[in-house]
C-alpha cells in the first residue's frame, strides 16, 4: 500500500513539474526590435572601410568632381591582397568606396564615362567592384557599398535627373556584385563642385531630393538582407564622430522620425535615444590613420596599437560595431605598415579575451525565471548567443555571482543581452569580493548587444554583476571574465627643453629598461622610475618589459645631442619672435610659423657657448595639414653673429610625402650662432614653419 501511495505522490510531482515548466513563458519582448538583417549586422562586430578611389591619386580627401579618369592608375591593383588582410585581421567584412564625392566609379557604370571605363588601368577593361566581390567570395568576407549622394562631377547634380542617375547606379551596384549587406550613404551633401564644368555651388535638401523612400526601395527588392547606414540609418546609425568611439551609455535606439542625413544634433547618435521609436545600432567609422584616403606623407600617423585597442573597446565594447578604413594605396595594395597594425591589434585582442574566466566558475542568480531549465544560468557560459538567463515577470533588479575556488586575477567583464527582446537594461554594477570584503568595481548604465568593462586588475574570490535597473526583466545571453595582460607598447622616450628626460608607456604595469652606454637593454638593466637629465650627446637604448610574462618590445634607440637649456632664438626674418621658444623646445609638436609673404625666411640661434658643430636637425610641421615645410635649406654657422660661413646648402628629399626630422651632415666647425634659410618651401607657399630645429656636435 505504502508502495503505492509513493508511486501516487511520485506521480503527482512529476506531473507538477511538467505542468510548471510548461507554463514558464519567455518574457514578453521590449520596445523596439532588431530585424534578422539587422541580428545578423550585429554578429558582424569587425569589418573593414576601404577608402580607394580618384583621391589617392590626386591626393586629396575630397575630390572636386573635375578630376579625369586617366588619372585614375594603380600600378599593382590587387583586390585579393585587401581580402587576405581583412580576413588575417580577423574582420568579417568590406566596405569599399564606389564612388565618393567626386563622382569617379571604380565599375563601369553605364551611366556615366566618368569611370574606370575611362582610365588607363587595365586598358578601361578593369572593374575594381566585380575583383572585391570575387576576392570577398573567395576568403568568406561579406561585402558592402559605399555610394555618395552628392556627386561634384554630375553635370545634373541639384535637379531630378540626377536623382534618377543616382537610383540607378544604386540599382546596378546592387544587381551586378553579388550579395551585399550594407549600403552606405554619406551625410556629406551639397556645396561647390565642378558639376560638368558649371564650377558653381549647388544646394540640395537632404530631406527630400534623394527620395529616400525610392532608394530603401531598391534596396530592399534588390538586397533584402542589406542594412542601410545613414545618419538616422534606417538599418544602422552613423556614431556622431570618426573617431571611433560610442558614448558608454548607448541605446540601439533612436527617434528616427527626427534624425535624417546630416542631422545637426549629431552628438546625440553616439548614445542613441533611450525612448527611441526604432532598432537602430550604431556604426564607429574610423580610419587607422588620419586621413581616409592614402597620403604618403601619413605613412608616419599609422594609429599606435594604444589607441587602436582603445578603440576597439570604446566601440565593439559599448554596443557599437567598429567600421575599420583602411587607405588603399597608390600601387592598389593595403599598405604594410597598416597591415603591421591591423595584425597588432588582433594579436592584443586575441591575448585579452584569451581564456574565459567565466567558464570555471560557480555561477549562482538571486532569481531564475520559473526555475526553468530554459532560461537557467548555464545559459551565460555556455558560448550559444541563442540561450539566455532571465528573471520571473516583474523581478528585474537581480544578481549573478562568479565563485572561484582560489582568488582569481580579473580585469575585463563582457556582457551580452539577449537583444532578440529589446534592449532593457539601463543599471547595472559590477562588484568583487576581496580578502573577504565587497568591493564596487564598476558602475554602467547600458549592455545591449555587447558591453566590456575594462579595468585595473583585482584578484577576487567571487564577482557579482548586479542589474539594479531594467526596463523589463533582463535577459541576458553571455557573460565572460578575463585577466587580459599589460598592453606592451614602445615606451615614448621625450626631452624637454631643460633637457629632462621622461619616457613613459600606456599601461601602468609595463616597466622600462634603458642603458646609456651603447649596449643592448635587457630587463637586468636600469629600470626607468623618474625624469632625469640629459645635457650632453648621449644615445640612449630603451626597452618596454612585461614582467607577467617577461616579454618585451625590440630596443628602440634614442639620440640627444646637447640639451637646448641655454639656448635662444635671437632673430627672425618675420613672424612672432615671442613664439619662437617652439623652435628649441624639443617638442615637435609645437611649430613657429612666419607671418608674411618672406622669400628667404631665416632663423638664427644662440647656442648660448661656442660647441664643435658637425651637423644640423630640421623637424618640420607635424599635424594633418602641414604648411611652409622647407625644401630647399641654407645652414651657415658663425662665432659672433657677424661673419657666416654656409655649411649645408641642398633639398630635403621627400620631404613633402614624408615629413619627418632630417638630419644633414657637415665638416665639423666652431660656432656659437647658427642660421636655417629656407630656399623653397613645398607648394611654393610664403609662409616659412618650424617643428624644430636641432644641431649635432662632435664630441
Ligand atoms: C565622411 C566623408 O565626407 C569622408 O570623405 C569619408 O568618406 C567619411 C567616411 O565620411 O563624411
New binding site residues.
Partial sequence: MKRFYFIIILFGLICLLVFCKQDVKEPKPYGPLPSERQLAWHDMEYYA?I?FNMNTFTNM??GNGAESPSQFNPTELNARQWAKTIKEAGMKGVII?AK??DGFCLWPSKFTEHSVKNSPWKNGKGDVLKDLSEACKEYGLKMGI?LSPWDRNHAEYGKPEYVTYFHDQLRELLTNYGDIFEVWF???NGGSGYYGGANETRKIDNKTYYQWDTVLEIVRGLQPNAVIFGDGGPGVRWVGN?EGWANETNWSLLRQKEVYPGYQKYKELRSGHEDGTHWIPAEC?VSIRPG?YYHPSEDIQVKTLSRLVDIYYQSIGRNASLLL?LPVDFRGLVHEKDIEQLMALKHQIEKDFAHDLAKGARVTATNIRGNHSKFKLDNVIDDDHKTYWTTDDNVTTASITFEFDVPTEINRVLLQEYISLGQRINGFDVEAEIDGNWRTIDTQSTIGAKRILRFDTIEASKIRINITNAKAVPTISNIELYRAPSLLTEPTVIRDAKGRVTMETVDKNIEIHYTMDGTNPTSKSKKYSSPFIVNEPTTLNVIAHNPENNQQTIPQTIYFDISKEDWKVVQVSSGKLDDTYKIIDDNPKTTWTTEKSDEAGEIIIDLGRKHQLQGFTYMPMQGRWPYGIISHYEFSASIDNKDWRIMAKGEFGNIKSSPIEQIIKFNTAKARYVKLKGIKIVDGDKRLSVGEIGVITKH
Fill in positions: 572601410f577608402h580627401e575630397w568606396t565618393h564625392h559605399y554619406d551625410g556629406a570618426e567609422d581616409w578604413n
